[in-house]
C-alpha cells in the first residue's frame, strides 16, 4: 500500500472502471472516493460520482469523508424529488383561433382604419400587454376559452379609476366584436358583463377672479434649471391667454402655426375633429401671442413648438409647467379645500362663459369644434343661460297663488 503523501498526481475526471481499479491500490481514503488534487499544487480532495468527479471543496480529511458518506448512502428524507418532466406545448388547433392572433390582427385593423396613436395605444395596453399576459397566466389559448366569468375576473384586476374602467370595458367588447366578424366566435362573453358605473364629473372652470390669479401667478413663476427663465413665464402667460380666449385644447395650442393667426383672427383646423374653427381673439391676447418671445430652440413656423419630435412629448412638458403653475396660484373652494386645477379648465371656461353670456349652444359647439351639438349639450347643458332662465321662470311661475289652485283642482279632478 502507498503511503498518504505519495498520492496519484492525476485527478481522475470520470469513474470508469480503468480508475476505480486504480484507486483500490492507492489507500482507504480512495476506496471512499477522496482523491487529492496536487496536480495543480493544492491537495483539495476530489469525491468520485456515479458519471464524473465532484470537489469536496475543503482540505480537511474529515469533512470529505463525510461527504463521500452522504453521497454514497444518502438521506431518503433529504432527498429532494426529480423535477417534473418537460410539458411539451400542444399542437395549434386549426380549426381555432388563438387570442395572440386575434389580438394581432385586431391592432393591424386599428391601423389600417387610420386611428391616432393615442387610441391604438389604449388598444395595445389592454389587448397586447394585459388581456395576453393574464390569458398566458390563466392557461387561455383560443377565444372560445373566454367567457363571461374568467373576463368578470380579469376585469377585477384593473386598479384604474372608474371611468377609466368603463373605457376599457368598452374597448374589451369591440375587441371581441372584431373577432365575431371575423367568424372566430359566435358570442360576445364581454357584452354580457355587467356595464361599469361611472358618475360624470361636472364640468369646473375658472371665474373672472381664479382666472385673473392664475395670470398673476405667471409673474412669479421661476422655471428651475433654464437659463431663459423670464422667457419661459412669458411664454406660459401667453399659452394660458390664448387657451382661454379660443377655447383650444392644449394639444392645438402647442402646435399652432405662426400664418393661422390673420389680424386678430384665429383660424385653425382642429387636430382632433379636423372641422375648421375660426376664433376672434381679444386685440391684446392677439398682439402677444404676436410678440411671444422666442423659447430655447426656437421654430419660426410654430409659436410654442419647436417642430422636432413627437407633439405628445411638449404637449406633457407644458402640462408638467402648467401643474407648477396651479400650485403657484393655490386656488381653493369655499370651504377652504384645494381646487384641482388642469390645462382642460381654459377651454371650459372659455365655453361657460359664452354660454352664461347668452350665445347659443350650437354657436358654442361650433367654436368649440365638435363634431356635434350633442357632445357641447353633454358638457355644457347645466351652463345654458337661456334654459336656466326658462327654469327660473317656470318655478317662479309655481309660487303664484292662480297657478296652486290651478295645480289643487287638478289634483282633485284626477282624484
Not at 481499479?21 to 476506496?31: N, Q
Not at 367568424?183 to 372652470?205: C, E, F, H, L, Q
Not at 391667454?241 to 402647442?254: E, F, K, N, P, T
Amino acid at each position: 500500500m502507498w503511503g498518504e503523501a505519495s498520492l496519484p498526481r492525476r485527478k481522475p475526471t470520470l469513474c470508469c472502471p480503468s480508475t476505480l481499479a486504480t484507486t483500490r491500490l492507492v489507500s482507504e481514503r480512495t476506496r471512499l472516493g477522496v482523491v487529492a488534487n496536487v496536480q495543480s499544487g493544492s491537495k483539495e480532495p476530489w469525491i468520485p460520482a456515479s458519471s464524473s468527479a465532484v470537489s469536496a471543496k475543503t482540505r480537511s480529511w474529515a469533512k470529505a469523508q463525510k461527504q463521500a458518506n452522504e453521497i454514497e448512502n444518502p438521506d431518503p428524507a433529504k432527498t429532494t424529488q426529480r423535477p417534473d418532466p418537460i410539458v411539451r406545448k400542444p399542437k395549434p388547433d386549426p380549426n381555432r383561433c388563438a387570442i395572440s392572433t386575434a389580438v394581432e390582427k385586431f391592432l393591424d385593423d386599428a391601423k389600417s382604419r387610420g386611428l391616432k396613436d393615442s387610441s391604438r395605444g389604449k388598444l395595445k395596453t389592454l389587448c397586447e400587454r394585459q388581456l395576453l399576459k393574464w390569458a398566458q397566466k390563466g392557461s387561455y389559448t383560443y377565444l372560445d376559452e373566454l367567457t363571461t366569468a374568467n373576463l368578470t375576473d380579469f376585469r377585477n384586476g384593473w386598479k384604474d379609476g372608474a371611468l377609466a374602467r368603463k373605457k376599457k370595458h368598452e374597448r374589451l367588447i369591440s375587441f371581441l366584436a372584431f373577432c365575431i366578424r371575423c367568424g372566430w366566435i359566435t358570442t360576445n362573453p364581454a357584452a354580457s358583463m355587467g356595464r361599469v358605473k361611472a358618475d360624470p364629473v361636472p364640468t369646473d372652470y375658472f371665474p373672472r377672479e381664479e382666472f385673473e390669479k392664475i395670470v398673476d401667478s405667471t409673474y412669479l413663476y421661476q422655471e428651475k434649471g433654464y437659463v431663459e427663465v423670464r422667457n419661459h413665464a412669458t411664454r406660459l402667460r401667453t399659452m394660458t391667454l390664448l387657451m382661454r380666449w379660443s377655447g383650444l385644447r392644449i394639444s392645438d395650442a402647442v402646435t399652432l402655426e405662426r400664418y393661422r393667426l390673420d389680424g386678430n383672427n384665429l383660424l385653425l383646423y382642429q387636430a382632433k375633429t379636423k372641422l375648421p374653427v375660426f376664433v376672434p381673439l381679444p386685440p391684446d391676447v392677439a398682439e402677444a401671442l404676436r410678440t411671444v418671445p422666442p423659447g430655447p430652440k426656437p421654430n419660426p413656423r410654430y409659436f410654442f413648438w419647436t417642430g422636432n419630435g413627437d407633439p405628445r412629448s411638449a404637449v406633457k412638458d407644458w402640462q408638467r409647467s402648467f401643474r407648477r403653475l396651479f400650485k403657484i396660484a393655490n386656488i381653493t373652494k369655499l370651504d377652504g379645500s384645494k381646487k384641482r386645477c388642469f390645462p382642460q379648465m381654459f377651454r371650459d371656461t372659455f365655453a361657460v362663459e359664452l354660454l352664461l353670456s347668452g350665445v347659443p349652444l350650437d354657436q358654442v359647439s361650433i367654436l368649440l369644434g365638435h363634431s356635434s351639438v350633442k357632445i357641447t349639450e353633454k358638457h355644457y347643458a347645466p351652463w345654458v343661460k337661456a334654459r336656466q332662465e326658462q327654469l327660473e321662470a317656470s318655478v317662479r311661475q309655481s309660487w303664484h297663488p292662480k297657478a296652486i289652485a290651478k295645480q289643487a283642482k287638478r289634483l282633485r279632478l284626477v282624484r
